[in-house]
């Protein structure tokens, strides 16, 4: 359990928009966000310290951490996750290991009954997705999460339902989305950034004692890795 104004840090190195954020509870203290062909990774202890030092604040302050740990970039998940296991470790403060597709799902959640689809493209012909259901009691998964060849993940949509779709894959798929739901397809104009919504998700699940050890914080991959494809 933590107090209101818990001290959090959320990270996310999963896609080349990669992004770092400090919350006060729910209160955004700042944010730094980084779009790139590269990720995110290399910036990403610059980007912390200074979020520190512009709050007069040092990382023993941080009472939490939230990190995005996959689907995404192999290389990128695993540096996000390090890092972030690393000052867990040394402090010994909870982690909330958060899922990239939910994380872009609650930026934007609607107290009304609402479908999301965030998408992400996982190339090799293929998009991470999965489809949920917000209402006034936050996000509920109908479609697990995986990674899908467009035609599989669409295919299982209702296409007589209006959808929100929200992330890069939503772009790179751009003209099959267009065939399947046409005029019920809503189209998210948000950044792809997700600092502020893992330290928000992150504060949550924390205020309900279920944060966990760097330890047990694992990556979400989705499929296998291009090397363990070879063998």
């Known amino acids: 359990m933590i107090e209101d104004n818990a001290l959090?840090?959320?990270v996310d190195?999963?896609?080349p928009s990669g992004s770092a954020a400090l919350l006060r509870g729910t209160r955004l203290l700042a944010e730094i966000n980084h779009d790139s062909?590269?990720?995110?990774?290399?910036?990403?202890?610059?980007?912390?310290?200074?979020l520190l030092e512009s709050n007069d604040l040092t990382i023993q302050d941080v009472e939490g951490y939230a990190v995005?740990?996959?689907?995404g970039?192999?290389?990128?998940?695993?540096i996000g996750l390090s890092t972030v296991k690393s000052f867990a470790y040394a402090s010994g403060k909870p982690v909330v290991p958060v899922s990239t597709l939910l994380a872009l799902a609650r930026k934007i959640q609607h107290p009304r009954n609402r479908l999301i689809c965030p998408l992400l493209d996982a190339k090799k012909k293929?998009?991470?997705g999965a489809l949920f259901r917000s209402g006034a009691g936050g996000l509920e998964e109908l479609i697990p999460q995986g990674a899908y060849s467009p035609d599989a993940l669409f295919s299982r949509l209702p296409a007589n339902r209006i959808i929100h779709f929200i992330g890069n894959g939503m772009h790179a798929h751009r003209p099959v989305l267009d065939r399947y739901f046409k005029d019920k397809a809503r189209f998210a104009k948000r950044?792809?950034?997700?600092?502020y919504e893992l330290g928000l998700i992150g504060f949550e699940k924390l205020r309900e004692n279920e944060g966990q050890s760097w330890h047990d914080t694992e990556p979400l991959y989705l499929r296998k890795s291009q090397a363990e494809e070879k063998h």
Do not use: K, Q
Not at 73 to 78: A, H, L
């Open 8 to 10: 959090i840090l959320g």
């Open 191 to 195: 950044t792809p950034f997700i600092g």
């Open 13 to 15: 190195t999963t896609t």
């Open 126 to 128: 293929e998009v991470y």
């Open 73 to 78: 970039s192999f290389t990128g998940i695993r």
């Open 37 to 50: 062909p590269d990720t995110f990774s290399e910036r990403l202890l610059p980007a912390i310290r200074f």
């Open 68 to 71: 995005a740990v996959g689907p």
